[in-house]
Structures are given as structure tokens and as C-alpha cells.
């Protein structure tokens, strides 16, 4: 009954239009008034230590490191180098989008950024060259959701502090993972591609392959720093994300010279409006949190789902299969922030290893980023291609069916995210 009235309310909320922040809020207070526990000042104290968390200042600085990549000439010059790379080869400009995701998911972490920068730059390059421009944006989009799960990442900082993982073992344990998801998309462009009637450019000469390098050089140099100082020691995630920032910062005033004070103005405005959104779910998910621990909720999904605990592949695959379902209705942090409590005290008790259930968990959430209705990536697709949503759908499918098959692959073979888990993190 307790998980009935939850879920209903939540549902309900959200039916009517409720904003995901407000819809969480209120099943938290329909469980406290169920429960016979409504306090204000609970309610009001949840919200406030939601937000009151240092590893989470990770996220405005992350979300800054991204607009200032996008808006300061990082995310330009790292395409331009994958054009001088791969862009002559047949299907070139789709291995493009697919190198540049991966390198620019390593400077910023956001899938919607990433997405907006990849669309609206290679996007008519690809429709020019004769490509179909449904099924360009829909590699553009699966390329972009790489981002919550190449390190550093949005969803990991948020999913580590939701279940007191540590985020520094997250990102180590998304490198291989996201890689892998990059290749699967390169396999599956290539077999749609290749019957595809599309003008090569002409190879580059190896002398602008060199000025592509020279001139991406600077941001490149992000994520080497970034990784170099997680794995060593040098800073912890979220001095990690400042870093990240600053670096983006300087790199594009003082070395790119893209940015000036009146685009400043735009960037900090624009990554702290994401950042307000949230950080606002994130605080209002501690209520429902706290009460979803009070209900006693995980042991009654615990006993739910205890013919499957002597099987933990089983039960991941009936876990993934239900973030599947949830990720087609709801967005990637919302998804986060309400299933985290309800499910890690399933994986614990059935010993399964909680960052790599996190890498599975994330790399789920994020390609429900690219599944209708909601598809928060598609959106961004379809806006910047203005094209119909409908269509970027179909063109995603194969794209997102190639991911889907990883992230399985991953739930048979656990070893290929702990072996070189274990490796970095010596």
C-alpha cells in the first residue's frame, strides 16, 4: 500500500503537468501524511540537506566547463580535428560526430551540451554530403549520450552521492564502458552508411591533419589533466570539476580568444540555470528519500524481488529491464534520484558490486535520454535539426539498439568493467 500511494502520487503529479521537483515533493508529502508523520520543518530540513552537499558542487562547475567549451572554441576544434582524421573515409562525418562525442565527453559530462554543440555543427555538414538527415541526427544523438558515462560525469556525481558510492571509482569504471558504447555506434553507422549515396571530401593532407592536432591541442589537454589527477590523487571529483572550469576558462580568453565579457555574462547565466534545476531535484529527492527509508520500502521491494537475489545476473537483468521502462517516461535524473534509495539496498543484499551496478544504472538512465516520448537528447536534436521528433526517433533505433546490447553484454560479463576498474584504481 505504502508503495502504491508513492508511486500513484508521484504519477498523478506528473500527469497533470507537475514539474518533476514539485511532483517529488508532493509524493513525499502524501507518504508523510500516510505514514500519519507531516511535519513541515522535516520536510523543509530534507530539502535544505539535499542541496547542502560538497561533492555536489561538482555539478555547477562541470555544467560551466561545458557551456564554456561550446561557446569558447573547444568543442569546434575537436570536431575539425576528427573531420582532418576520419572525415574523407565513406560515412566519414558519422565517425566524426562519434570520435568528437567521446573527446567531448570527456571535458564536459552533460548529454544535452554535448548534443546541442554535436547537432548544430556537424548536423547540415552530414545532410550536405547526402546522408539522411533522420538517421544523422539520431547517431548525433546516441553519440551525445556517451557523456554521462565517460568520465567526468553529471550522473555519477549525482548517482554517488544519492547512494554513498565513490565518485571517483565511478569515473574509472565509466571509461571502457562509454568507449565501448562509442564503438557499438560506429558499428552499427557503418553497416547503415555504407548504402548510403553520399560526396567524399577530399583526404586531408598530412600537414592539415598536424594544424588540426596543433590547434586542438589545448583541449585536449583537459581531460588528459582531469583523469591524471583523479587517478593520482591530485584532486578529489569535485576539485576535479573547478579545475575543469578554470582550465576551459583561461583556454578560451587567453589562448582561443572566443570568449569576451559579454559572452561571459551568457555562459555563467545559462550554466547556472541548469545547475538551479538540478540541484532543486536533487533536494527535493532527500525527502522522498528519508521517507521511502521510514516507509521501509527497499525491504518490501527486497522480499518482491527475492526469487530473483540467488541469480544476481538475473536480477540485474530484471532491474535494467525496469529502468528501461522508467527511462522511456522520465528524464535521467529524476530516473536517479527516486530509484537509488528503492534499489541499492537490493544490490547490496544480493552482493552485487555497487559502482559497477552504478556504471550499468547510468549507462541505462542515459540511453533513455534517446527513448520516446520523453528523450530529453532527442529534443535537442530535433530543435537544432528542426526536424520532427518522430523522425529522430526512428532514426536513433539501430543507434540506440547497438547500446542497448553493450550495456547487456556488461550485465553477462562484469569483468569487463572490474578488470580495468581494478587496474586504475591501484
Known amino acids: 500500500m505504502t508503495v502504491l500511494i508513492f508511486v500513484g502520487a508521484l504519477l498523478a503529479a ?3 503537468g507537475v514539474p518533476i521537483a514539485y511532483a517529488l515533493l508532493f509524493s513525499g508529502l502524501a507518504l508523510m501524511l500516510h505514514l500519519d508523520l507531516f511535519d513541515a520543518q522535516i520536510l523543509a530540513q530534507n530539502v535544505i540537506n539535499g542541496a547542502d552537499s560538497f561533492p555536489l558542487l561538482a555539478v555547477p562547475f562541470f555544467m560551466l566547463a561545458g557551456e564554456i567549451m561550446n561557446v569558447g572554441g573547444l568543442s569546434k576544434r575537436i570536431v575539425n580535428l576528427a573531420i582532418a582524421l576520419v572525415g574523407h573515409l565513406r560515412g566519414g562525418l558519422g565517425f566524426v560526430a562519434i570520435i568528437a562525442a567521446c573527446l567531448m565527453a570527456a571535458l564536459s559530462g552533460s548529454a544535452v551540451a554535448d548534443t546541442a554543440a554535436l547537432a548544430a555543427l556537424l ?16 547517431l548525433i544523438a546516441s553519440a551525445g549520450i556517451i557523456a554521462p558515462v565517460i568520465p567526468p560525469s553529471i550522473g555519477f556525481v549525482v548517482f554517488g552521492v544519492a547512494a554513498n558510492v565513490s565518485i571517483g571509482k565511478l569515473f574509472m569504471a565509466g571509461i571502457v564502458p562509454g568507449l565501448m558504447m562509442g564503438v557499438s555506434i560506429a558499428i ?12 567524399l571530401p577530399e583526404p586531408t593532407t598530412r600537414k592539415e591533419k598536424l594544424h588540426a592536432l596543433k590547434d586542438s591541442l589545448w583541449a585536449l589537454g583537459l581531460p588528459v589533466i582531469v583523469l591524471f589527477g583523479l587517478k593520482f590523487g591530485v584532486f578529489t571529483p569535485t576539485e576535479a570539476a573547478v579545475v ?36 532543486f531535484l536533487v533536494a527535493a529527492s532527500m525527502v522522498s528519500a528519508w521517507l521511502i527509508t521510514v516507509a521501509d520500502i527497499p525491504d518490501q521491494v527486497i522480499a518482491l524481488l527475492k526469487p530473483f537475489m540467488d541469480s544476481p545476473t538475473l536480477l540485474l537483468i530484471v532491474i535494467m529491464v525496469l529502468v528501461m521502462i522508467v527511462g522511456t517516461a522520465m528524464d535521467m535524473m529524476p530516473t536517479i534520484l527516486i530509484l537509488t534509495p528503492v534499489l541499492m539496498p537490493v544490490i547490496k543484499e544480493a552482493g552485487i558490486d555497487p559502482v ?45 539498439i547497438a ?17 580495468p576498474l581494478n587496474l586504475l584504481t591501484k
Not at 548536423?123 to 539520431?138: E, F, I, Q
Not at 557503418?190 to 560526396?199: D, F, G, K, P, T
Request: hydrophobic share 60%; proline share 4%; no cysteine.
Open 244 to 279: 575543469a572550469a578554470v582550465y576551459a576558462l583561461l583556454v578560451s580568453t587567453v589562448i582561443y580568444r572566443e570568449i569576451g565579457l559579454r559572452q561571459m555574462y551568457g555562459v555563467f547565466v545559462s550554466a547556472a540555470k541548469i545547475t538551479a534545476v538540478i540541484m
Open 188 to 199: 552499427a553507422w557503418w553497416l547503415v552508411a555504407h548504402r548510403e549515396n553520399v560526396s
Open 14 to 16: 506528473m500527469a497533470i
Open 123 to 138: 548536423l547540415p555538414m552530414m545532410v550536405k554530403a547526402g546522408h539522411d538527415k533522420a538517421r544523422a541526427g539520431g
Open 403 to 419: 547500446q542497448f546490447i553493450v550495456m547487456f553484454l556488461l550485465v553477462l560479463f562484469p569483468s569487463i568493467v572490474l578488470v
Open 356 to 400: 559497477y551496478f552504478g556504471v550499468l544504472f547510468i549507462m541505462n538512465n542515459a540511453i533513455g535520454l534517446v527513448t520516446p516520448p520523453v528523450g530529453s537528447v532527442l529534443n535537442v536534436v530535433a530543435g537544432v535539426g528542426k526536424m520532427r521528433l518522430d523522425d529522430v526517433a526512428k532514426g536513433v533505433i539501430p543507434f540506440m
